[in-house]
């Protein structure tokens, strides 16, 4: 089955710089790569995704980058903000099957 | 603006009893998943089901789980007997097939706690 790896488990970073989410996948048939921010006491949303089609895509302050040889797709979020503090969890799937997500990614920005 | 609700959203037991949590996906959604989240483990999932009929619940302990889709607006998750490392947030997230891939929405979750 699928297994996805994610890094770090905790990252702080100062309001207005960047933080980037790194995640790598087993199952080279996975085509579908979204990614869920959880706030406190919330349930995951999806915020952004990206297909085995394309290699980035972006959405305002967020950003994702796909390299389908090694295996490895990330998050990028510039300009960070305290709203943006929360867990993030990358996941992977394969067409209509289930998803396998990360671990999760604990960001804190500090203003 | 369409959402998954569950039901409880906190319950509190006793180690033994019986545990239901029900959950309605959003209208029109053929898939639903059920998750596991605890800080050592992160998001398991436990069971989903297409179409109303199980595809993979191999997540989940099978002596003391179960999970069903009575129709197509109700999925449960029953936890009989209950015990204290079932203690954990229960997620239901559902999702459609319309060439959407899996994006899924999750419901507020359940809080159990097993004492």
Known sequence: GENVEQHPSTLSVQEGDSAVIKCTYSDSASNYFPWYKQELGK??????????????????????TLNK?????????????????????????????????????????IP | DAR??????????EMGQEVTMRCQPILGHNTVFWYRQTMKQGL????YFRNRAPLDDSGMP???????MPDATLATLKIQ???????AVYFCASGGTSGTYNEQFFGPGTRLTVL
């Open chain 2, 62 to 68: 099978k002596d003391r789980f179960s999970a069903e």
């Open chain 1, 43 to 64: 349930r995951p949303q999806l915020i952004i995704d990206i297909r085995s089609n394309v290699g980035e895509k972006k959405d305002q302050r967020i950003a994702v």
């Open chain 1, 69 to 109: 040889t090694a295996k490895h797709f990330s998050l990028h979020i510039t300009e960070t903000q305290p709203e943006d503090s929360a867990v993030y969890f990358c996941a992977a799937a394969w067409g209509y099957q289930k998803v396998t997500f990360g671990i999760g990614t604990k960001l804190q920005v």
């Open chain 2, 44 to 47: 398991e999932l436990l069971a």
């Open chain 2, 81 to 87: 007997p209950s015990e204290p490392r079932d203690s």
């Open chain 2, 4 to 13: 998954v609700t569950q039901t409880p959203r906190d319950k509190v037991t």
